[in-house]
């Protein structure tokens, strides 16, 4: 425990919203697994092309052609993703186990490491430390059952909003 954030992790965490800084500095000092933030704030354009990826454009529309190259059903123009806010309202997080770069992308790790980040935005919430609690993208509705989703974002944490 008590890791700290290395260069790339801190240029992505200056980009996030405030209560995200916050669940994230508690999370990287008292989560066992140690963690890297991958992306805070997504311009627009790379979310565009994030949005590309399993789609060819018709002339008109951009269909879907292999829904398992699909990253995303947001385009950052027409409709706009928590990435693409300044400050961010969601970040992506990968896990650091030592000799094991395999693990990066786990969904063991991710799991740990996102209930830590989610229990800890509860506490920090009813402390009336953060104003938001956060969601995983990988239980969208908050319920605990990760099996009931069509879409997984599993590295993506974001601020909750009813």
């Not at 990287?28 to 991958?38: A, E, G, M, T």
Request: glycine content about 8%; aromatic content about 12%.
């Amino acid at each position: 425990m008590g890791h700290t954030f290395g260069r790339n992790s801190l240029k992505q965490y200056n980009t996030l919203h405030r209560d995200l800084q916050i669940v994230v500095d508690w999370g990287i000092k008292y989560c066992r697994v140690d963690f890297s933030l991958i992306e805070g704030h997504r311009p627009v354009e790379k979310q565009f092309e994030y949005f590309k990826k399993g789609r060819e454009f018709d002339g008109e529309n951009w269909k879907i052609v292999n829904k398992k190259q699909v990253i995303t059903y947001v385009d950052g123009y027409d409709k706009k993703g928590k990435h693409n806010y300044l400050p961010s309202l969601a970040v992506d997080i990968c896990a650091h186990v030592p000799g094991k770069p395999e693990l990066s992308w786990d969904l063991t790790h991710l799991t740990y490491i996102s209930s830590n980040l989610i229990m800890i935005s509860e506490f920090l919430h009813e402390q009336g430390i953060i104003t938001h609690k956060l969601t995983w993208g990988a239980n969208w509705d908050r319920d605990g059952d990760l099996a009931d989703h069509k879409f997984y974002d599993r590295p993506h944490l974001e601020i909750y909003t009813s």
